[in-house]
């Protein structure tokens, strides 16, 4: 009875523990797969990763007039943000919502040629307090 009454116990907590735990931290980088929601409670913020509206980044080993670009969105607290990964404007990549800053520092697979399945995405995020 008591090892029934230890180990309910034991559930208890960590249920509140997992409940009340950040899924992602501040001030450093995180993956995102698509329509992947996570939580971080002390900055009072949900962040999700709804798709990637264009990827137009040049495929490796192909000549491209442009390097192209790729274009995320994610909604925060229910609210649309869209970051920018293009080559030599890292500030498109850059948001300021409130007092956090958004970094979208990669977006892959990078392309080879082959259209890539939206599942298939990952998104290394920063979001950094001021």
Do not use: H
Request: glycine content about 4%; overall charge negative; some cysteine.
């Amino acid at each position: 009875m008591k090892a029934i009454l230890l180990l309910f116990s034991l559930s208890i907590f960590l249920a509140n523990t997992c409940e009340d735990a950040d899924t992602f931290p501040l001030g450093v980088s995180f993956t995102l797969s698509p329509q992947q929601e996570l939580v971080n409670k002390s900055a009072n913020m949900t962040v999700k990763w709804l798709e990637v509206s264009e990827d137009s980044r040049c495929p490796k080993n192909t000549n491209c007039v442009w390097e192209g670009q790729a274009k995320v969105n994610l909604l925060v607290n229910g609210d649309p943000l869209t970051l920018t990964l293009r080559d030599g404007k890292p500030e498109e990549a850059q948001a300021l919502v409130g007092n956090y800053i958004f970094t979208a520092e990669t977006l892959s697979p990078y392309p080879e040629g082959e259209t890539i399945a939206p599942a298939d995405y990952r998104l290394q995020l920063k979001i950094s307090s001021l």
